[in-house]
């Protein structure tokens, strides 16, 4: 079969583990490679054993290269939109890193030409979606395990590495606002978590400035989500500090509860009581001691590593594949997963507004509000 041509763009961190993933594979070929820093570049290039003659010093070398199927975004975020809008524009398939975009009229365009070209695979990558406890809290909500969920609280909560040439994190420009820099992770947990219960109906916010550091966004956010099951859904958002890595989960529903705290040893990471299942009785999935036959496998990944790793980066890259290759649409394409940014732009409008905003988004209301 036809090898996929990939044009990469961005090797920092979080890119060249990307890239790695890769060219590990025997399916696609990595014909074009865009990086601003050319010595990053040429080296990461090296460390995969990639030429350094693919290294290309312009954007648009990627865009007019005929031979490339998908473009895969891992440049800093304020680059996402334009880039995407670019290559979509030009028939190819767009991976994104998160967030799809930084300034709310990008991101009204990726999703118009997404909507007005059906065959082109976009995706966003919001990562924690393949983490395996994920999947398994998402299948335990959808077969009623917790019953009718009343109340749902999942936070995001660690200082974003700003050290070395990482700086541009702290400039809002660039970054965007910090809900797209990390906190719509758990915003993606919370809707999918949530998908088979009600829809998002309204986000009201409250936001915080810098304390610690100096970001020029405002780096802390209090998000509240209310759903048309009568569920309310609560995010604690901040990428100024922390004591490590924060993904707190607590879901609460009218026949059980699940409870994943990051901070405490393994077997006592996971707990939840169902009295579908475990007879009301609080169990703990990853401790075998405890749980007995409902012990969750020893493989089964938890989502409180700010290592991007350990994040399930080859999942997230093959997903991605096989959605071009089988024509198939990803839950996380930017019409798929346009409520999770939604949510993010909407609650940036209910901080400042200091009242709710409805859901599905109004553009022509955020448009005004974030153009003025
Ligand atoms: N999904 C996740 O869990 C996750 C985790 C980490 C980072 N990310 C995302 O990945 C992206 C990169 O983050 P990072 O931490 O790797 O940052 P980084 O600074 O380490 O890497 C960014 C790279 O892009 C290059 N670059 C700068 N401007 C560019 C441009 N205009 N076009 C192409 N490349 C350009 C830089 O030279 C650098 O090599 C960000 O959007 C971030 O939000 C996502």
Same mark, same amino acid.
């Given at each position: 079969?036809?090898?996929?041509?990939?044009?990469?763009?961005?090797?920092?961190?979080?890119?060249? *583990?990307?890239?790695?993933?890769?060219?590990?594979?025997?399916?696609?070929? *990595?014909?074009?490679?865009?990086?601003?820093?050319?010595?990053?570049?040429?080296?990461?290039?090296?460390?995969?054993?990639?030429?350094?003659?693919?290294?290309?010093?312009?954007?648009?070398?990627?865009?007019?290269?005929?031979?490339?199927?998908?473009?895969?975004?891992?440049?800093?975020?304020?680059?996402?939109?334009?880039?995407?809008?670019?290559?979509?524009?030009?028939?190819?398939?767009?991976?994104?890193?998160?967030?799809?975009?930084?300034?709310?009229?990008?991101?009204?365009?990726?999703?118009?030409?997404?909507?007005?070209?059906?065959?082109?695979?976009?995706?966003?990558?919001?990562?924690?979606?393949?983490?395996?406890?994920?999947?398994?809290?998402?299948?335990? !909500?959808?077969?009623?395990?917790?019953?009718?969920?009343?109340?749902?609280?999942?936070?995001?909560?660690?200082?974003?590495?700003?050290?070395?040439?990482?700086?541009?994190?702290?400039?809002?420009?660039?970054?965007?606002?910090?809900?797209?820099?990390?906190?719509?992770?758990?915003?993606? !947990?919370?809707?999918?978590?949530?998908?088979?219960?009600?829809?998002?109906?309204?986000?009201?916010?409250?936001?915080?400035?810098?304390?610690?550091?100096?970001?020029?966004?405002?780096?802390?956010?209090?998000?509240?989500?209310?759903?048309?099951?009568?569920?309310?859904?609560?995010?604690?958002?901040?990428?100024?500090?922390?004591?490590?890595?924060?993904?707190?989960?607590?879901?609460?529903?009218?026949?059980?509860?699940?409870?994943?705290?990051?901070?405490?040893?393994?077997?006592?990471? *996971?707990?939840?009581?169902?009295?579908?299942?475990?007879?009301?009785?609080?169990?703990?999935?990853?401790?075998?001691?405890?749980?007995?036959?409902?012990?969750?496998? @020893?493989?089964?990944?938890?989502? @409180?590593?700010?290592?991007?790793?350990?994040?399930?980066?080859?999942?997230?890259?093959?997903?991605?594949? @096989?959605?071009?290759?089988?024509?198939?649409?990803?839950?996380?394409?930017? *019409?798929?997963?346009?409520?999770?940014?939604?949510?993010?732009?909407?609650?940036?409008?209910?901080?400042?507004?200091?009242?709710? !905003?409805?859901?599905?988004?109004?553009?022509?209301?955020?448009?005004?509000?974030?153009?003025?």
């Amino acid at each position: 079969m036809k090898k996929l041509k990939i044009g990469f763009v961005g090797v920092g961190w979080m890119g060249s *583990v990307q890239l790695k993933r890769l060219t590990e594979r025997n399916d696609v070929e *990595v014909v074009s490679l865009f990086e601003i820093n050319k010595e990053r570049g040429t080296e990461v290039l090296k460390s995969v054993n990639l030429l350094p003659s693919i290294l290309v010093t312009d954007y648009n070398d990627i865009i007019t290269n005929p031979d490339i199927d998908a473009v895969w975004l891992v440049s800093p975020n304020s680059f996402h939109a334009r880039q995407a809008i670019a290559a979509m524009k030009v028939g190819k398939h767009v991976f994104s890193e998160k967030p799809a975009a930084t300034v709310f009229d990008d991101f009204c365009k990726e999703i118009e030409l997404e909507k007005a070209n059906p065959n082109l695979i976009t995706f966003v990558d919001y990562i924690l979606y393949f983490d395996s406890m994920e999947q398994r809290l998402r299948d335990m !909500v959808s077969k009623g395990e917790f019953g009718q969920i009343t109340q749902i609280q999942i936070n995001y909560r660690h200082p974003v590495n700003i050290t070395g040439d990482k700086v541009w994190k702290l400039n809002k420009n660039i970054m965007g606002d910090a809900i797209g820099m990390g906190i719509n992770h758990a915003i993606s !947990v919370m809707i999918f978590a949530m998908a088979s219960q009600g829809k998002p109906v309204s986000v009201y916010a409250t936001s915080l400035k810098s304390q610690i550091r100096d970001f020029q966004a405002e780096p802390i956010y209090n998000i509240l989500i209310k759903f048309d099951n009568g569920a309310t859904g609560f995010c604690f958002g901040n990428i100024d500090n922390g004591n490590g890595y924060d993904a707190y989960h607590n879901i609460f529903g009218t026949e059980g509860g699940f409870v994943f705290e990051s901070q405490i040893d393994r077997p006592y990471k *996971v707990r939840y009581w169902s009295n579908k299942t475990t007879d009301g009785k609080w169990i703990r999935p990853l401790d075998e001691i405890n749980a007995g036959d409902l012990v969750w496998p @020893d493989d089964t990944t938890t989502p @409180d590593s700010g290592n991007v790793v350990e994040h399930q980066t080859g999942s997230a890259v093959g997903h991605f594949i @096989d959605c071009i290759k089988n024509k198939t649409k990803s839950p996380l394409s930017f *019409v798929n997963s346009q409520i999770i940014a939604e949510i993010g732009w909407a609650a940036q409008m209910s901080a400042k507004l200091k009242q709710p !905003v409805l859901l599905p988004l109004d553009w022509n209301e955020a448009k005004k509000f974030f153009n003025d």
